[in-house]
């Protein structure tokens, strides 16, 4: 999913950086302080399990979930990555999903588990 969004936000010169679980902590740690500190950088696409421990992200305002988790406190844990202390803003979170897809049905699943 994550390098379908890739190919849109290079087309449209939008600047990003990415966090997934193949990256180097290193790299993890620069892709995140780019975010933080460089104002072209608007946004940051991330895997859900990538992104669920561990970050401070309070520079995000806006979390958009592509790909839900059967758990939904996996995808908890990711969006309180910018629910931490320091955040000034509000922080939106959305969740896009199609109707009769894989998705839809995740996101069923998670209401079942939270019953």
């Given at each position: 999913m994550l390098d379908l969004l890739e190919i849109s936000l290079n087309q449209s010169c939008i600047q990003y950086r990415r966090l997934d679980g193949r990256m180097s902590l290193a790299s993890r740690d620069r892709a995140v302080k780019d975010f933080t500190a460089d104002p072209e950088v608007t946004v940051m696409i991330m895997s859900l399990k990538a992104g669920n421990l561990g970050l401070n992200m309070v520079a995000a305002?806006?979390?958009?979930?592509?790909?839900?988790?059967?758990?939904?406190?996996?995808?908890?844990?990711?969006?309180?990555?910018?629910?931490?202390?320091?955040?000034?803003?509000?922080?939106?979170?959305?969740?896009?999903?199609?109707?009769?897809?894989?998705?839809?049905?995740?996101?069923?699943?998670?209401?079942?588990?939270?019953?």
């Open positions: 305002c806006h979390i958009i979930l592509l790909d839900p988790w059967w758990n939904p406190t996996t995808e908890d844990q990711a969006i309180d990555r910018a629910h931490r202390i320091g955040q000034t803003r509000p922080v939106t979170v959305s969740r896009l999903t199609a109707k009769d897809t894989v998705e839809d049905r995740i996101l069923a699943l998670q209401v079942s588990f939270c019953s």
